[in-house]
């Protein structure tokens, strides 16, 4: 066997083969855990246990979400065509009890006021939606204060009918000849260049 | 799994009990676990270099092992597919590990029964003389942080076939690498540690 030596001491390659898987297999020499099997099946049998409670909490969940869904899509199926169709009868969302306090709290854009100070005009507002639909000032004239009433407002009429003239066509026009004329290519003049470079420059 | 048994044999067993455990015989994994833990432990030893980590990694590999139990179909055996498992545990885990090193060339480690031992005191216990014995370990210690700082690849193919429980093809096959490519790298890691061992004035004879 080759000696195997410390620092600066001969060492055979085979001895040093030797060395490496040595050192390697006390690198490796542990044993596993005695209790590595125990530790697993009771792993296992944790996963099984929430599984199976998983699953059995899942049946019970369906058996209830299961008909509050169903319930909650027939209920939303009776009640959206109701709800469309009151959309559109719906008084102004202030209520239709005081027009003036309708007009106090009704949006900036749909109070008409007045400057005179009297007689008192009273805006009268009728709207299916929260935004300004029809405004109607009472007659300038002189109409009585009256707070309670609510004047209805006929619906507008749509504008009129546009009539709109039937379009000329446009006469012909007769555009001029575009021909192309021909072309006139002068005679060239060439003459022989100096032979030298020195000659060029100083012609 | 036994000294005795051989690869097919064992092979065998494995894929009965597997077919046991698909059936709904949970006790059979336990069979499977007792068959296999040693070659487990290792790879993942291989790999995250603690003890205490690679058995983390064994009880995680078996589990999942056994959640993933009824896609196997036995097209590789058993112990492939569950070294295959346990390796990617294990590199995970050396991903989060940073002690590695520390842990891997620690010069006294903890047996099984809890007792802090030497290798030089190992070692002085065998047939050799104290000189040889005491040469030997030095050698060997100065090894192991050579071993500990090669290259993964070849650290881990090194380990992998110094453990004895794997053949060429299963380290390969862990690996995802062919079985030449294992050769070359357990011949390369041997030859980087034979130079870095002459730099340090272990010269040929």
């Known amino acids: ?203 | 799994m036994t000294g005795t048994e051989t690869s097919d044999a064992a092979s065998a067993v494995d894929l009965a009990l597997v077919r046991r455990v698909q059936a709904g015989d949970a006790e059979a994994f336990g069979e499977l676990v007792e068959r296999n833990r040693r070659a487990v432990f290792r790879a993942a030893l291989a790999a995250v270099g603690s003890a205490t980590d690679a058995d983390d990694v064994a009880q995680e590999a078996f589990v999942t092992a056994f959640q993933k139990l009824h896609g196997f179909r036995g097209e590789s055996s058993f112990k492939t597919w569950l070294l295959a498992i346990t390796w990617r545990k294990a590199i995970d885990r050396r991903k989060s590990v940073t002690r590695w090193m520390q842990r891997m060339v620690a010069p006294a480690h903890t047996s099984e029964t809890g007792e802090e031992w030497n290798p030089v005191d190992r070692l002085a216990a065998g047939g050799q003389s104290q000189e040889d014995d005491l040469m030997t370990a030095d050698l060997q210690r100065r090894l192991k942080p050579l071993i500990a700082s090669l290259p993964k690849k070849l650290r881990d193919a090194l380990l992998l076939a110094g453990s004895g429980d794997h053949t060429y093809d299963e380290i390969g096959k862990l690996l995802q690498v062919p079985t030449g490519t294992v050769k070359w790298r357990v011949s390369e890691a041997r030859k980087v540690l034979k130079l870095k061992m002459t730099s340090m004035g272990y010269t040929d004879v």
């Open chain 1, 1 to 203: 066997m080759s000696k195997v030596g410390g620092r600066g001491s001969g060492i055979g390659d085979r001895a040093l083969d030797a060395a490496i898987d040595a050192a390697v297999r006390e690198m490796l020499d542990m044993e596993p855990a005695a209790d590595l099997r125990g530790r697993v099946m009771d792993r296992i049998d944790g996963l099984s246990a929430n599984s199976a409670a998983g699953s059995a909490f899942e049946r019970k969940l369906w058996w209830i979400a299961g008909p509050v869904a169903v319930a909650a899509t027939i209920v939303l199926a009776v009640l959206v065509p109701w709800r469309g169709a009151t959309t559109i009868e719906r008084p102004p969302s202030t209520g239709g009890g005081d027009t003036r306090l309708a007009v106090e709290s009704a949006p900036r854009p749909s109070i008409v006021t007045h400057e005179r100070p009297a007689p008192i005009h009273v805006v009268t507002i009728r709207s299916s939606t929260p935004g300004p639909q029809s405004i109607r000032a009472a007659d300038a004239a002189g109409e009585d204060v009256n707070f309670t009433s609510v004047e209805a407002v006929q619906a507008l009429a749509g504008p009129e009918a546009i009539a709109v003239q039937r379009l000329t066509e446009p006469s012909p026009r007769s555009l001029p000849s575009i021909e192309p004329a021909p072309l006139e290519i002068r005679a060239l003049q060439i003459s022989a260049l100096p032979e030298t470079p020195r000659e060029r420059r100083e012609e």
